[in-house]
Every structure is written in structure tokens, then in C-alpha cells.
């Protein structure tokens, strides 16, 4: 709560928080993004290549092997073998508007290194394009208008193929059906092409047949389905954003609100530690002076009852003063005074304030100064002495007879006060949870209806701050317990 406090209290803390979620969502969601695109891309490529294929394989099912065998030079043009194969690819090429190309070649006989073309779709004319009359020309690529010397060539019989030396697809096919990996761009626009080689009798790839198909569609299809998904990121990403700012902007406000509650809280503190605390510290001076026979000697019962007054003021300043380190902590205000002190001296001290306690409980408390090493520590006394009083209070609340007995010895550099008692005891479950906050045994309100369960707590925290720590044993329920409180010597 602290913690979350400070952060709140600071204001840059909002803000950067913040900023930090805005980047964060627009990062995970552009990967995101960006990986989504990336997979989309590769399905439908995978679509497209196994269309292409499945194009350039049955095209090459069709095709006779004997009439391509027939052509093989510039004239072969005008065997009846060329208008067979010609018109056979443009028939299967224009029933398809995604055919861009498709054209047969093979390796040039004297360098298999080299390929050379042996007949194209629309080159049933090889010299159409070439010629002065317009209306022979042929659109190869189906792009509105005639480029002779660029998409719209015609090929003839053994037309050389020097491009291919640059495409291993090519080679690659002579042996079985392959489609370039990925979708590519040339001067003819961005395509994919299928390759599949047209075998003989005797299973001898004679040629191969490849078929461009038009990518540029595909792409087009690919950002039409896209844009929804990236039009809808971006109304998310904006969405989040401005739901960050309004919340950036709470965060601030409960910020003040923390920082106003804090005041009042601050003004609460202090009004407890003056207002309250310095009646009841004049009621128990009063009482102990009472008491001790200052103001003459007093019949048994008044005596009794300015007992039970001292022991329930003392136990009022006990209950205010946990709440306060409670709420100091909480807030970050519980500060720490180290100096060198003896604690055998102040455990003595605290004996003399608990005594009236444990007579008025009907026990005894016992501690034998003499008998009992000088143990200087460095810590905060008040702290320690708030430390061994929890503990001390926490016996005697819970020893319905018998005593308590504190003793203090040296070992390991440490000052060890023990704190044993014959009340109800514990079992394992019970020590467990017995330093968490509000923790309490079982049983405890039977026996102790004013305990809060922040005593044992602030002992350990206590203890813990100086570098030690308090240690709960037990034999079991009804056979008492000891408390260990472990602090290194100066």
C-alpha cells in the first residue's frame, strides 16, 4: 500500500506509466500486425503456387512430345507441328485471365548450359509484332497496348532463352514440377511461374512448359483483406490510447485524493500521540503513585481497582501506539534512531511497567537483573523496548496461571532475550501465521478479547529492521511458549 501510495503521490509516475502502456500496445500490436500480414502473404502464396502448378502440369499432359521434337529452328515455324502446340497453349492460356505467359523451351543441344525457346502461346505469327500492319499485332500480356521489343516479343524455334541462366527453376524442372518460391517482379510486372517438364515414351524430359501467372491481383487481394484488420488496429490502438490518457488522468486525481487522505491521516497521528496518550500517561503516573503509597496507604479494594485501571491504560497505550507504527509503516513515516544501548538495563524497565499487569493477572513475572549480562546493542530503543513490550504483553495476556519468566544471555555476537511462559501454548498451525498481520491463534479471543494480532507483527518487522528476528516456540497447546528475540551486539 506504501509503495503504491508513493507512486501515486509522485505525479510523473501516471504519466510515464502511461506513455510506457501507449508504446507498449502500439509495439505488440504493429508485431502483431506485421506477423499477421507476413502468414496471410504466405497462405495465399502457397494457394497460388499450388493453382500454378496444378496449371502447368496438366497443360504439359497435353502437349506431344513428337511435335515439339519437330521444331527446332527459325523456319520450323511454318511445319503444321508449330500451329498444333501454338494453339494448344493459347487455348489453355486464354481460358485462364490470369495466364500472363506461357511458352515452351528446352536446352540448346550443343550447350545444355543454355536454354532455347521452342514456342510461345501467342506466337503463331512469330513476326506480327514486327511487321507494319497493326492489325496483326498481338497483346501478349493482355495489358492494352503493343510492346514489340519488351512483353509483347514473339518467339520462334530455337529463339535463344538467356534469361533462364539466372533462374534455376529452369534446370530444376528438366527433373520434376517446380514453382519459383516466391511472387517476383521483373519488367513484365510481378508474377509466379509453374514449371513442368513434357517427358517422351521412354520417361526423357524433351522440353519444359512454364506458366507466368499475374501476382499482381493476388498482391491487390492481399491488401483488400488486410485493410479491415489494420483499419481496425488502428481504432484500437487509438481506443487504448485515449483510454490510458482518461486513466492517467484518474490515476492523478486519486493521487490528490491519496495525498489529502494522507494529511488528514498525518493530522489523525498526531492528535492520537498528544491528545490521547498524554491523559492516559497522567492517569497511569497517577495510578502507579496511588499505588505505591505516595498519597498513603489504601484499603484492598480501592487498591484492586487502581490496579485494574493502571493494567487497562497501559493496554490502551499499547493498542494506540501499535495502530500508529501500523500507519507510519503503511505511509513510509516509521523512521529508525540507531545508537549503542544497553537492553539488559531497558528490559529491566519494561519489567517494572508489565508488573502490575501479571499482579493483576494473578501471575508471576520474573527477571533477575544481577544474574543477567551487560548487552549493549545498537538499534532504536524505542522500537526494541516496543519490540520486547509486544512480546512481553502478548505472555502475560495469554498465562491464565503459572509465570513468565525473561532471561537474557550471549551467543554468536547476538544478545538472545527469552521470554518463556506456562500459558495456553500453540500448535504448529498456530505458530505459522502468527507474525502476519492481524494474525491470531484460534482460540486467542477467548482468552485475550482486546488483542488486535499487530503485536506479534510489528516485533518481527521491528526485529527485522535491526538485522535479527523473533523466533515462536511451542511444545504444543497448554504447555506455554517461548519467545526468542535475536539482536546483533554492538
Not at 137 to 160: H, M, T
Not at 391 to 418: C, F, M, R, W
Amino acid at each position: 500500500m506504501s509503495k503504491l501510495f508513493r507512486l501515486l503521490k509522485n505525479s510523473k509516475g501516471p504519466v510515464l506509466l502511461g506513455i510506457t502502456i501507449v508504446l507498449a500496445t502500439i509495439f505488440v500490436i504493429l508485431f502483431s500486425s506485421r506477423l499477421l500480414y507476413i502468414r496471410t502473404v504466405d497462405l495465399l502464396t502457397v494457394n497460388l503456387r499450388e493453382r500454378i502448378q496444378a496449371i502447368s502440369t496438366t497443360a504439359a499432359a497435353t502437349l506431344s512430345y513428337q511435335d515439339i521434337e519437330a521444331l527446332h529452328k527459325e523456319e520450323d515455324w511454318l511445319k503444321p507441328e508449330w500451329a498444333y502446340v501454338v494453339n494448344k497453349l493459347h487455348r489453355i492460356k486464354y481460358t485462364n485471365k490470369d495466364i500472363v505467359f506461357m511458352y515452351i523451351f528446352r536446352k540448346n543441344a550443343q550447350d545444355p548450359t543454355k536454354m532455347e525457346f521452342v514456342a510461345d502461346a501467342d506466337s503463331i505469327d512469330p513476326y506480327a509484332n514486327s511487321g507494319s500492319d497493326i492489325s496483326k499485332y498481338v497483346d501478349v500480356n493482355r495489358d492494352g497496348k503493343v510492346e514489340p521489343e519488351g512483353p509483347d516479343k514473339l518467339q520462334w524455334p530455337g529463339q535463344p532463352y538467356p534469361e533462364a541462366a539466372d533462374i534455376p527453376e529452369t534446370f530444376i524442372a528438366y527433373e520434376r514440377p517446380i514453382t519459383s518460391k516466391d511472387i517476383y517482379s521483373d519488367e513484365y510486372g510481378s508474377v509466379i511461374t509453374g514449371y513442368s517438364p513434357i517427358k517422351n515414351d521412354n520417361g526423357e524430359t524433351v522440353a519444359v512448359l512454364a506458366v507466368d501467372m499475374k501476382a499482381d491481383d493476388f498482391l491487390k487481394i492481399t491488401t483488400q483483406t488486410l485493410q479491415p484488420f489494420v483499419i481496425f488496429i488502428v481504432f484500437l490502438t487509438l481506443t487504448i490510447s485515449i483510454l490510458t490518457i482518461i486513466l492517467m488522468f484518474s490515476w492523478r486525481r486519486y493521487a490528490h485524493f491519496l495525498e489529502e487522505s494522507n494529511k488528514e491521516k498525518s493530522e489523525f497521528i498526531s492528535f492520537a500521540s498528544h491528545q490521547i496518550r498524554t491523559p492516559l500517561t497522567s492517569i497511569r503516573g497517577f495510578s502507579s503513585n496511588l499505588l505505591e503509597g505516595d498519597y498513603g496507604s489504601l484499603p484492598p479494594q480501592v487498591r484492586e481497582i487502581i490496579l485494574k485501571i493502571l493494567v487497562r491504560s497501559q493496554e490502551v497505550v499499547s493498542l494506540i501506539g501499535q495502530y500508529l507504527d501500523k500507519s507510519k509503516m503503511e505511509l513510509g513515516q516509521l523512521d529508525y534512531d540507531f545508537k549503542p544501548f544497553d537492553i539488559t538495563s531497558l528490559t529491566q524497565q519494561i519489567v517494572n511497567e508489565f508488573t502490575p499487569a501479571a499482579q493483576q493477572q494473578g501471575i508471576e513475572l520474573r527477571f533477575d537483573q544481577s544474574k543477567t549480562p551487560d548487552c549493549v546493542v545498537k538499534g532504536d530503543q524505542g522500537k526494541i523496548k516496543e519490540l520486547l513490550s509486544n512480546l512481553l504483553d502478548n505472555s502475560i495476556k495469554y498465562t491464565p496461571s503459572g509465570y513468565v519468566e525473561v532471561t537474557i544471555e550471549k551467543k554468536d555476537q547476538k544478545a538472545l532475550v527469552y521470554i518463556k511462559d506456562t500459558g495456553v501454548g500453540m500448535s504448529t498451525d498456530t505458530i505459522k501465521g502468527l507474525f502476519q498481520k492481524f494474525g491470531r491463534g484460534k482460540d486467542a479471543a477467548k482468552t485475550n478479547i482486546l488483542g488486535t494480532g499487530l503485536g506479534l507483527y510489528l516485533a518481527q518487522i521491528f526485529a527485522v529492521a535491526h538485522k535479527g528476528k523473533v523466533i515462536a516456540q511451542s511444545e504444543g497447546e497448554g504447555k506455554g511458549s517461548t519467545f526468542i528475540t535475536e539482536l546483533p551486539l554492538a
